[in-house]
């Protein structure tokens, strides 16, 4: 057993740079809020200020590197609008008159891939990918589209994120959201 330690050793000091490497920025977490608006749908719907928040995390392999792939998961939700007092109404026109509705409300979860920049206190990402909406009448897959900035220190940093989604859901309605975020994120 005692022969195996010298090997064992070496063998971790010959890991570890590349280890060190591997965990120093690998892991980042982003949680922004801000305003989001939507499109689409089979009926008018009344769009309002609505809220928008979002926290991602994602993971970079190489660190060390200026540019370098990434892969990241993204849980947010979207909700409508802040009342405070009376709703707005919006009156439809015809037979069967009443509010228009408003647009949904719904949480998503996705897995995105893309790209990451970064230079001495600044990172810029691009991402895309797959994501699955549910909540606010009908569920559905669908895609997001994800460009953040970063500026700060090396472990803490503000973000402002664009985010944009495209929802088809099971009942052939297309939906697409765009918001506007504000946040940190801590790596």
């Given at each position: 057993?005692?022969?195996?330690?010298?090997?064992?050793?070496?063998?971790?000091?010959r890991l570890a740079?590349?280890?060190?490497?591997?965990?120093?920025?690998?892991?980042?977490?982003?949680?922004?809020?801000?305003?989001?608006?939507?499109?689409?749908?089979?009926?008018?719907?009344?769009?309002?200020?609505?809220?928008?928040?979002?926290?991602?995390?994602?993971?970079?392999?190489?660190?060390?590197?200026?540019?370098?792939?990434?892969?990241?998961?993204?849980?947010?939700?979207?909700?409508?609008?802040?009342?405070?007092?009376?709703?707005?109404?919006?009156?439809?026109?015809?037979?069967?008159?009443?509010?228009?509705?408003?647009?949904?409300?719904?949480?998503?979860?996705?897995?995105?891939?893309?790209?990451?920049?970064?230079?001495?206190?600044?990172?810029?990402?691009?991402?895309?990918?797959?994501?699955?909406?549910?909540?606010?009448?009908?569920?559905?897959?669908?895609?997001?589209?994800?460009?953040?900035?970063?500026?700060?220190?090396?472990?803490?940093?503000?973000?402002?994120?664009?985010?944009?989604?495209?929802?088809?859901?099971?009942?052939?309605?297309?939906?697409?959201?765009?918001?506007?975020?504000?946040?940190?994120?801590?790596?």
């Amino acid at each position: 057993m005692h022969r195996w330690i010298v090997p064992a050793f070496a063998l971790g000091l010959r890991l570890a740079p590349a280890l060190m490497a591997q965990s120093q920025d690998s892991l980042s977490l982003d949680v922004t809020l801000g305003r989001s608006t939507g499109s689409g749908g089979r009926r008018p719907y009344l769009s309002s200020g609505d809220i928008a928040a979002e926290i991602t995390l994602g993971f970079r392999p190489h660190p060390d590197r200026g540019s370098a792939w990434m892969a990241a998961f993204t849980l947010g939700r979207r909700s409508g609008p802040l009342a405070f007092g009376d709703e707005r109404c919006i009156v439809q026109p015809g037979p069967d008159s009443g509010c228009e509705p408003a647009f949904p409300t719904f949480s998503h979860i996705g897995l995105l891939g893309g790209r990451e920049w970064r230079a001495s206190h600044a990172d810029l990402r691009a991402l895309a990918g797959p994501a699955w909406y549910g909540g606010g009448g009908a569920s559905g897959l669908g895609a997001q589209l994800h460009v953040d900035a970063a500026v700060g220190f090396r472990h803490l940093a503000f973000v402002v994120a664009a985010r944009g989604s495209w929802v088809g859901r099971v009942t052939g309605e297309t939906l697409r959201c765009r918001s506007l975020e504000f946040g940190l994120r801590i790596q």
